[in-house]
């Protein structure tokens, strides 16, 4: 069945950097736009980014663009945002989340999230 | 980027219909025929409820129906559950990003 596994998630200070990884099995990850979408606590579901399922285009908020970057490897089935310059409002669970079409329209299988905390 | 209108709340009794309602623009729901909800319990990921404005999963009761007219999106429950009480989020493609409503938290009286 499909998994989909964050990880990286932690606590850290305003300014500072950190890399999520979500790990992808259970179906051909090549064939498949990836999203990241977060949630900020007692919030509602916030997009942040998407990745083609070759890679080859990348989009992403207003809120994090500049600051966030998306990649996968396809080789090995995983996918990652690096966050940059974090800031105290991207506190918030962050889910990998999966594309059936490959374009954005809509995200079919989720993974459990991994909770960032920006705090000094 | 702005995010779609939907209602803070909504409920109904046990067997009855409700009826969740998402508003857009003409850039992202008027436009697209790619709206879809989500249905999300305390502590739980996201699950989707419906595609393509009006497509089920398999797996999702048929008491769940979407629709559109205009910039407006809707998800109806019929014969509400207890299980059905949770929060449901409508997003919509919008050409190079994707925009989520507020979410509607669903009660069950």
């Known amino acids: 069945q499909v998994q989909l596994v964050e990880s990286g998630g932690g606590v850290v200070q305003p300014g500072r950097s950190l890399r999520l990884s979500c790990a992808a099995s259970g179906f051909t990850f090549i064939h498949y736009g990836m999203y990241w979408v977060r949630q900020a606590p007692g919030k509602g579901l916030e997009w942040v980014t998407f990745i083609w399922y070759d890679g080859n285009n990348e989009y992403y908020a207003d809120s994090v663009k500049g600051r966030f970057t998306v990649s996968r490897d396809n080789s090995k089935n995983t996918l990652y945002l690096q966050m940059n310059s974090l800031r105290v409002e991207d506190t918030a669970v962050y889910y990998c989340?999966?594309?059936?079409?490959?374009?954005?329209?809509?995200?079919?299988?989720w993974g459990q999230g991994t909770r960032v905390t920006v705090s000094s | 980027q702005s995010a779609l209108t939907q209602p803070p709340s909504a409920s109904g009794s046990p067997g009855q219909s409700v009826t969740i309602s998402c508003t857009g623009t003409s850039s992202d729901v008027g436009f697209y025929n790619y709206v879809s909800w989500y249905q999300q319990h305390p502590g739980k990921a996201p699950k989707l409820m419906t595609y393509d404005v009006n497509k089920r999963p398999s797996g999702v009761p048929d008491r769940f129906s979407g629709s559109k007219s205009g910039n407006t999106a809707s998800l109806t429950v019929s014969g509400l559950q207890a299980e059905d009480e949770a929060d449901y989020y409508c997003?919509?493609?919008?050409?190079?990003?994707?925009?989520f409503g507020g979410g509607t938290k669903l009660t069950v009286l």
């Open positions: 989340a999966r594309d059936p079409l490959g374009s954005g329209s809509y995200i079919d299988s």
């Open positions: 997003s919509s493609y919008a050409g190079s990003n994707i925009v």
